[in-house]
């Protein structure tokens, strides 16, 4: 994962395109890439979202790769070690939702769901 963080950081530079006051910019663009996939699967049930998704395969690497990319990108210019990020979030999520208690449930506390963080 770092090393396709400093690829993509490497990219960027060589086109001077590591400009900092981007975030906001880039969260928005994050945004953006959500609303394209949501609008493929939108107001149809799960089996629908499935063939649409399925269907979409290439459609669907691509939201998910500009996703993975812009994520990257804002991970190494706010110098966060997006391995260490992911691997700490991990491990937060083994405490919070352990399996005994969330497994075939969600973490909506407020409909029943489990979170041990609160």
């Known amino acids: 994962m ?11 530079d060589a086109r001077a395109w590591s400009d900092h006051g981007s975030i906001k910019d880039l969260l928005l663009n994050v945004n ?18 499935k063939e649409l998704i399925n269907n979409n395969k290439p459609l669907c690497e691509d939201f998910i ?5 812009l994520v990257l990108k804002i991970s190494y210019l706010c110098e966060v070690d997006s391995k260490k990020a992911i691997t700490d979030v991990l491990e937060e999520y083994e405490k919070r939702f352990p399996i005994d208690k969330t497994k075939g ?9 489990v979170d041990l963080k609160y």
């Not at 770092?2 to 960027?12: H, L, M, V």
């Not at 790769?65 to 990319?69: E, N, R, V």
């Open 2 to 12: 770092i090393d396709t963080q400093n690829k993509i950081k490497e990219f960027n």
């Open 32 to 49: 953006e890439e959500i609303g394209e996939f949501w609008n493929l699967i939108k107001w149809v049930n799960v089996e629908k979202q």
């Open 105 to 113: 449930n969600h973490a909506n506390l407020k409909a029943g769901g």
């Open 65 to 69: 790769g500009d996703m993975i990319y």
